[in-house]
């Protein structure tokens, strides 16, 4: 495995090999789950220097919370599972191996609810649990170099823009017999269905979910066979999977277990912050506008709609269609805090401050509230009261990025420069910037003799110089 691992056109051979299908499971053809640890590692580096993977700390803890519930019903599995979101406009999922699971914006903006998207992560957690992965790269390893090679140069022309020309490439290059082998495998797909929907019921999720989702997968090729999504590239057989879904929920009504009592709002407010984060803004606002003409009174397109303009840095008309949209729902603390967020953009902190403190009172833990007050305080010239509000959010929602990064400038404005290189390094780590983390943390260890501080400091500086190492090596080819 080691000599494979060195070779960077395997791994990203490796990868079209993972979204090809998946092969039908030979028993004790599967690599070992140490190696599925050390593969996963090399071929998320090449994911996210590909793909623009979602950071954003609602987005992924959502997805990451649905995630961990249906895992919570399965047996005890050998790897910690990670959830994330690519920003990309396409109906997608995919499972890496070592159990990291990726969806795209495009399918969640798409979905009605959290069983439709609790439905496709199963599915591909379920993927990973009956170690179809595995099994698909142990064979991948007997492939030929030159197969191999001409695999990597699909990737390349697809990333590059050649599209189908980078298919046929992957395709071409693997031969008949590769392509027998990784063909696209009805038996997996419906083992990860039923698995899939068991598990979802367990977690006290709805199975209509998965089926829905599957048709409006499904509805995408309408369009025409160059819009076939890439999902039913990826995951083959979608119609007999959707009459085998609906035969299985009329088969399980009887025995179908207490449902979890979702809250349509959650799901509504992270399909909300998809599309005002990720969305072309342009384009979003006129989507918006358009609804509004037909249903003036459509108070979600209108939250929307100012949110937009926000991001469009058009913020008094922003302020003006959140106040109308809080004037019908004056209670709800979710509005008024984007409301104290666009008053703090616009530089009306005073108005932003008795919002966002407001909003605070109802919802005392939410990260972008306890941020935007923070950073309200801070130009208000009151540090010592927003350090405490950062500190309190980076214990509570670690990956939010930014925080560290204004905890830092302002710790470092109060003269505490050990703390405040510390996390700046923290934030430079985040943001893959690895030569600066580790000036910040060398800087860090140069300001204190703390013994707990040094040993954090230190800590974090040898896991970046290792990081940055694997990075010199994988570009030289091991």
């Known amino acids: 495995m080691k000599r494979l691992l060195q070779h960077p056109l395997l791994i990203g051979a490796l990868l079209v090999v993972l979204t090809l299908g998946?092969?039908?499971?030979?028993?004790?053809?599967?690599?070992?789950?140490?190696?599925?640890?050390?593969?996963?590692?090399?071929?998320?580096?090449?994911?996210?220097?590909?793909?623009?993977?979602?950071?954003?700390?609602?987005?992924?803890?959502?997805?990451n919370r649905v995630g961990r519930r249906i895992l919570s019903v399965m047996p005890d599995q050998p790897f910690r599972y990670r959830f994330y979101v690519i920003n990309q406009d396409m109906y997608n999922a995919f499972a890496t191996p070592a159990g990291h699971i990726f969806i795209y914006s495009g399918l969640i903006e798409a979905m009605q609810n959290e069983d439709e998207l609790a439905g496709i992560i199963a599915h591909e957690i379920t993927h990973v649990y009956a170690r179809h992965i595995s099994q698909k790269i142990e064979y991948a390893k007997k492939l030929t170099w030159a197969q191999l090679a001409g695999m990597?140069?699909?990737?390349?022309?697809?990333?590059?823009?050649?599209?189908?020309?980078?298919?046929?490439?992957?395709m071409g290059s693997a031969g008949a017999g590769a392509s027998a082998q990784l063909a696209f495998s009805r038996d997996n797909e419906m083992q990860a269905d039923q698995l899939g929907m068991k598990f979802l019921t367990e977690a006290g999720y709805g199975t209509e979910g998965l089926l829905t989702s599957l048709k409006l997968i499904r509805t995408k090729t309408w369009y025409g066979k160059d819009q076939i999504?890439?999902?039913?590239?990826?995951?083959?057989?979608i119609d007999d999977r959707i009459a085998y879904v609906t035969s299985w929920i009329e088969d399980h009504r009887d025995t179908a277990k207490p449902r979890l009592k979702l809250n349509p709002l959650d799901f509504e407010r992270l399909q909300t912050r998809l599309i005002v984060e990720l969305s072309d803004p342009s384009a979003a606002i006129a989507k918006q506008e358009q609804?509004?003409?037909?249903?003036?009174?459509?108070?979600?397109?209108?939250?929307?709609y100012g949110l937009l303009l926000a991001r469009a840095n058009r913020t008094g008309?922003?302020?003006?269609?959140?106040?109308?949209?809080?004037?019908?729902?004056?209670?709800?603390?979710?509005?008024?805090?984007?409301?104290?967020?666009?008053?703090?953009?616009?530089?009306?902190?005073?108005?932003?401050?008795?919002?966002?403190?407001?909003?605070?009172?109802?919802?005392?833990?939410?990260?972008?509230?306890?941020?935007?007050?923070?950073?309200t305080l801070q130009d208000l010239?009151?540090?010592?009261?927003?350090?405490?509000?950062?500190?309190?959010?980076?214990?509570?929602?670690?990956?939010?990025?930014?925080?560290?990064?204004?905890?830092?400038?302002?710790?470092?404005?109060?003269?505490?420069?050990?703390?405040?290189?510390?996390?700046?390094?923290?934030?430079?780590?985040?943001?893959?910037?690895?030569?600066?983390a580790l000036t910040q943390f060398r800087q860090s260890l140069r300001n204190t003799d703390d013994p707990e501080k040094r040993e954090r400091a230190d800590r974090l500086f040898k896991q970046t110089e290792d990081e940055i190492k694997a990075e010199r090596k994988a570009l030289e080819g091991g």
């Open 22 to 63: 998946t092969v039908a499971p030979p028993p004790a053809a599967a690599i070992t789950f140490g190696e599925e640890e050390e593969l996963s590692a090399e071929i998320l580096r090449i994911i996210f220097k590909r793909m623009q993977v979602v950071e954003d700390p609602y987005i992924t803890g959502y997805v």
């Open 229 to 237: 999504p890439a999902y039913m590239m990826t995951h083959p057989a």
């Open 317 to 375: 008309e922003a302020v003006t269609e959140l106040r109308e949209v809080l004037a019908r729902n004056a209670f709800n603390p979710y509005y008024l805090r984007d409301l104290g967020r666009v008053y703090f953009q616009a530089g009306r902190l005073d108005q932003a401050l008795s919002t966002l403190e407001t909003a605070r009172s109802m919802i005392p833990e939410d990260p972008d509230t306890l941020f935007y007050l923070a950073r």
């Open 291 to 304: 609804i509004l003409k037909r249903e003036p009174g459509n108070t979600l397109a209108r939250y929307r």
């Open 381 to 436: 010239g009151r540090p010592a009261e927003a350090i405490p509000l950062l500190t309190a959010l980076i214990q509570k929602t670690p990956d939010y990025r930014e925080a560290y990064y204004f905890l830092g400038q302002m710790l470092g404005q109060q003269g505490a420069l050990a703390d405040a290189h510390y996390y700046l390094g923290i934030y430079h780590l985040r943001n893959h910037d690895l030569k600066t």
């Open 152 to 170: 990597a140069a699909g990737i390349l022309l697809g990333a590059a823009g050649g599209g189908a020309a980078g298919s046929a490439m992957v």
